[in-house]
């Protein structure tokens, strides 16, 4: 059955644009194929196409799995909303209907690797950036130091920090500069985010000890605009403007811009003493004085995409900067009302991709060079409390007098190769090489820059792997990694590492939707030029760390699977084991006032995590994770103690090992009109309380107590996605949170969101 309306009023004789919905017993029908004249199409997980014609009749035709093909020849009017096409099942058909018309996020998944892809589509309409999306996944923790635009430390299975590695479109982000972190990057930048926990592929070519996040955007040809803004609590305002250009000739411009600003005023409790006085307050609210944080970026590309020579060949400029004021040190026991940082991204790149550039070779290549520079600003002669008193504090600014200005200059350069061999059998090559080279002087002491060393750092990471595949039964990935990596402060001997690894990546399917999969990999990571060099702020350098490598054993299994016509469950968990040597962890320094990476002789990590969720038809989706990791210290003999470590065996302190996220959303049709949609939402978050220090020194173990938080939200969409109206509340029940080291985060939060989206898909 054909139900047709016209989407646009405008002359037959021009081009038009027209959105087609495809349905099934009044549910979207993701993933059909679609069939104009002689151009070809998928719907999309709402069953939604556009097509683009100036005829006045088409021949339309529509197959989808376990449903009848329609065809048929269509004339095209004038209305106000979509074209919809009525599919009948076809009950021949219908037990492969979860077989067939994967979406990538669904292909993402049923890889050999321990992966879960996150569709960032369906979170446009919230406020989130990459890490709040991130925080909602099995296994993970986003650790921040604070509001908007705060210090992070993502755990991933227990691994934390730079053990996880980030990638946008495969390419690493190491030198992104402060200005592009996964805490400031707006979910609207990306179609979908996969997170590889313990082994990683290959061809991401990166040295990760526990896992990587890669940020996939889009690469449809397509004309579109796509703008946010948002206000809300503690003076926060962000903006996103997502763009793209594709004529029928191949030309195409891409343009990503975002802001983020926040005051990050919200109230925290702590122990607190008046500076004149010195009476004391135990427990004392107050608010946040000097935590103002602001960046904008844009990304902008241009070049051609489909061309004879290349699918896809851009250059383009990143340019970002950002201003942040330092309230605390590494701990709020510091408090400070002056010192702050800016810094800037000035990122030339690069991005190639052709395949069958040979008969069945496929090739990648991808260069930046990060120009930017950081400014460390610390003026004032003065001492504050938490009251916002200070007093004068000698000559030596709040922490130590600088205005330190120094570029990292962060180059990158990577090439990946994929030959098909045959039908089931393929070779990979991968080489990633880095740069960085820190150069720096204080601008309050010009004299001193003589007595500057330059800190330099190259890697090299090359990979090559066999995979052997029988699609949707069994696949094979065996792969090896070679390191090399060259330190050297000022002219002082460097320090030179090379290091070999291998791994083995399988999954075999018991029945179509269930999936049992399997990986190891003993891998190593190279010390992070920052943890060698310092970050110049809360971080010390340490030019003796070790490299560290790991045994990682992941195993999984997931289902899905249907009840009757409309109920959908699907469920899946993972087993972790992991042993890492020369583990790098990072403890306070002497004064406890900064952080300081440091090697620990072993670690051992053993944990699952499981993920279940349910949806009826398109009106209800429930889900949750729950994740239990034990990490322990496998250092038998300390530097400081005789005999037997008091902590040897003991589980590694201010990591969470239980926590764990539910989620609820109703989906309501047409409301208010035809095309219109309201989604109701709900998240909690659920974190035991977790030893800060060594749980068998006694009174030195305290606890950051358990934490249960609930975020609640509302989305009105007009015009099949047009036009959006967003509310959110987050930690509606104020609950005080704690991340690092008890810094806290913010209280409760409202926001309001507006987006605008429109899209005409390209021939």
């Known amino acids: 059955m054909l139900l047709l309306c016209a989407f646009s009023a405008m002359a037959q004789q021009a081009a038009q644009t027209y959105t087609g919905r495809v349905l099934s017993a009044g549910e979207p029908v993701a993933n059909a194929s679609i069939y104009i004249e002689n151009n070809t199409q998928q719907a999309d997980e709402n069953g939604l196409f556009t097509f683009t014609t100036s005829k006045s009749t088409v021949h339309i035709r529509i197959t989808a799995t376990g449903m009848e093909s329609f065809s048929k020849q269509i004339s095209l009017g004038s209305a106000v909303s979509p074209i919809v096409f009525e599919l009948q099942p076809d009950d021949k058909k219908i037990e492969q209907v979860d077989v067939f018309g994967r979406t990538k996020v669904n292909e993402v998944n049923r890889q050999a690797y321990n992966v879960t892809a996150i569709d960032a589509t369906k979170l446009y309409n919230t406020t989130l950036n990459i890490s709040g999306a991130l925080d909602r996944v099995a296994g993970i923790r986003v650790r921040e130091s604070g509001g908007v635009g705060s210090n992070f430390n993502l755990s991933l299975n227990g691994f934390s920090g730079n053990h996880i590695r980030y990638f946008i479109d495969g390419i690493p982000m190491d030198n992104f500069g402060s200005s592009f972190q996964i805490n400031n990057i707006p979910i609207n930048m990306a179609e979908r985010v996969e997170i590889y926990k313990g082994v990683v592929p290959m061809w991401l070519g990166s040295d990760a000890l526990g896992g990587a ?51 990050n005023n919200y109230k925290v409790t702590v122990d607190a003493a008046d500076i004149y006085t010195g009476a004391y307050t135990k427990d004392a609210v107050v608010r946040r004085f000097h935590d103002q944080y602001h960046n904008e970026a844009v990304v902008a590309q241009v070049g051609v995409v489909n061309k004879p ?85 000698g000559s030596g600014g709040e922490r130590s007098k600088q205005v330190y200005e120094y570029r990292n200059n962060e180059g990158l350069a990577t090439l990946a190769a994929n030959y098909q061999l045959g039908e089931r059998h393929s070779l990979a090559l991968s080489n990633v090489a880095s740069t960085f080279n820190r150069k720096g002087e204080n601008l309050l002491d010009p004299l001193s820059s003589m007595y500057e060393r330059g800190q330099r750092s190259f890697k090299n990471m090359l990979g090559v792997g066999y995979s052997y595949d029988i699609k949707d039964v069994w696949s094979t990935t065996v792969f090896s990694k070679f390191i090399h990596q060259r330190n050297q402060t000022g002219d002082a001997t460097a320090s030179t590492a090379n290091r070999f690894g291998y791994g083995l990546a399988s999954t075999y399917f018991l029945q179509p939707n269930l999936q049992v999969k399997a990986s190891y990999e003993l891998t190593n990571r190279m010390p992070t030029a920052y943890e060698i060099f310092g970050d110049l702020e809360n971080q010390e350098a340490n030019f003796s760390l070790k490299p560290e490598r790991s045994h990682n054993i992941n195993l999984g299994a997931n289902y899905g699977w249907k009840s009757g016509d409309y109920h959908r469950f699907s469920i899946a968990g993972n087993l972790i084991y992991r042993y890492a040597y020369d583990f790098i962890f990072n403890r306070f320094n002497n004064n406890q006032s900064k952080l ?23 009106y209800l989706r429930l889900g949750g994770s729950i994740t239990y990791q034990y990490l322990q210290n496998k250092q038998k003999y300390e530097p400081e103690y005789t005999g037997v470590s008091p902590v040897y065996n003991d589980q590694m302190p201010n990591i969470p090992y239980f926590f764990g996220n539910a989620d609820a959303s109703v989906i309501f049709n047409n409301v208010g009109g035809q095309g219109n949609r309201l989604s109701v939402g709900y998240n909690l978050l659920y974190v035991h309380d977790f030893y800060l220090y060594w749980p068998s020194r006694g009174g030195e173990k305290l606890e950051i107590m358990k934490q249960v938080s609930h975020d609640v939200n509302a989305v009105y969409s007009l015009a099949n996605g047009k036009y959006n109206i967003g509310l959110e509340a987050r930690n509606l029940n104020d609950a005080r949170l704690y991340d690092n080291f008890s810094l806290q985060k913010p209280g409760r939060a409202f926001y309001l969101n507006l987006r605008y989206y429109f899209q005409r898909t390209t021939k």
Do not use: C
């Open 213 to 263: 996040i890669n940020i996939v955007t889009s690469t449809k040809a397509r004309n579109y605009v796509d703008a946010s803004y948002s206000y809300g609590s503690f003076n926060t305002h962000r903006t996103v403007i997502n763009a793209g250009v594709t004529t029928e000739s191949g030309f195409t411009f891409l343009l990503n811009a975002y802001q983020n600003y926040s005051d």
């Open 309 to 393: 020579y290349a699918d896809r060949l851009l250059v383009g400029m990143t340019i970002g900067q950002n201003y942040k004021e330092i309230q605390t040190g590494a701990r709020m026991i510091s408090v400070f009302g002056g010192w702050h940082r800016r810094g800037n991204t000035l990122m030339p790149t690069l991005k190639y991709q052709k395949k069958d550039l040979l008969p069945g070779l496929d090739v990648t290549l991808n260069a930046n060079f990060n120009l930017g520079k950081e400014r460390n600003i610390d003026t004032l002669d003065r001492r504050y409390d938490w009251f916002g008193n200070f007093k004068p504090n």
């Open 596 to 618: 300081v990476a440091d090697n620990r002789e072993g670690v051992a990590t053993r944990g699952a995590d499981a993920e279940i969720h349910y949806s009826y038809k398109d």
